[in-house]
């Protein structure tokens, strides 16, 4: 920032953003001679208020600056996006044929092949007939309605997919499932023997596939407080009894 001193003296003020504008301006005036001057205070004070002055209409003009910009931005159309596009090769070159939504397919295939064609001519001097170019328009414009077909028609599936389900009439009702009761680690049951506990009294020893009748028998006499001894006679009644099944 340019400073008059006087007797057409001029010198930069330098001010950088967040200092303290008095100490940069306490600073200015001790380094161009005037930090004895008996006015030091009162120059700060004025010469302070100018920074000050300064640096709120740098902070306006660069708001202007900014919303013009944007401003600017704002006001540019926006440029639409094609649909889609078809990669055409004409005499060994690619051109892009561009669609865009509510286009009619015949008039962009028309343009496109007699656009390109004239092209093609003026670059490589290639000739092309009439049926060459009504054979480009005709190929060009079945592609853009097969592709349009396609969009809509997956379009739809979408917004059917998306639709919840709606009960059929007449749809029969699922019975509940039964569920299936756990099955027995032993098996299943092959017999069942009266065991005569010898006081009018008998109780029942089941036998299961899984089941190895000697462990059957110890476990059956522990339980019911029967000597061991009487084992091998329970495991003979069971094999016994297993050999009739």
């Known amino acids: 920032m340019p400073i008059n001193l006087g007797d057409q003296k001029e010198a930069d003020l330098i001010y950088f953003e967040g200092d303290s504008v008095e100490r940069t ?3 200015f005036l001790v380094g161009v001679g005037l ?3 008996d ?3 009162d120059n700060v004070s004025q010469l302070s208020a100018l920074v000050r002055e300064r640096l709120a ?4 003009e660069q708001q202007q600056a900014q919303q013009q910009v944007e401003a600017e931005q704002t006001a540019q159309p926006t440029q639409p996006q094609p649909l889609f596009a078809i990669p055409v090769t004409l005499s060994g070159n690619v051109y892009n044929l561009e669609y865009f939504e509510g ?3 015949n008039y962009v295939a028309n343009t496109f092949c007699v656009e390109k064609h004239e092209i093609v001519r003026a670059e490589l001097g290639v000739e092309f007939d009439g049926n060459q170019l009504l054979e480009c328009q005709n190929v060009l414009a079945r592609s853009i309605i097969d592709i349009l077909e396609e969009r809509r028609q997956l379009q739809a599936q979408e917004e059917q997919s998306q639709q919840p389900a709606e009960p059929q009439a007449g749809a029969e009702t699922p019975l509940p499932v039964e569920e299936e009761a756990p099955t027995d680690p032993r098996g299943v049951l092959l017999f069942t023997l009266d065991i005569d506990m010898g006081d009018g009294t008998s ?7 899984n089941d190895n009748p000697k462990e059957l028998a110890a476990a059956f006499c522990k339980e ?8 091998p ?3 003979e009644a069971m094999e016994a009894q297993l050999a009739e099944l």
């Open 233 to 235: 006679a329970l495991v």
């Open 57 to 60: 209409a740098l902070q306006q």
């Open 25 to 27: 301006v306490e600073l």
């Open 35 to 37: 930090g004895e001057s």
């Open 224 to 231: 019911n407080e029967l000597d061991q001894d009487n084992v």
């Open 103 to 105: 286009q009619e397919p």
């Open 203 to 209: 109780v029942q020893l089941p036998l299961y596939r």
């Open 39 to 41: 006015r030091f205070s």
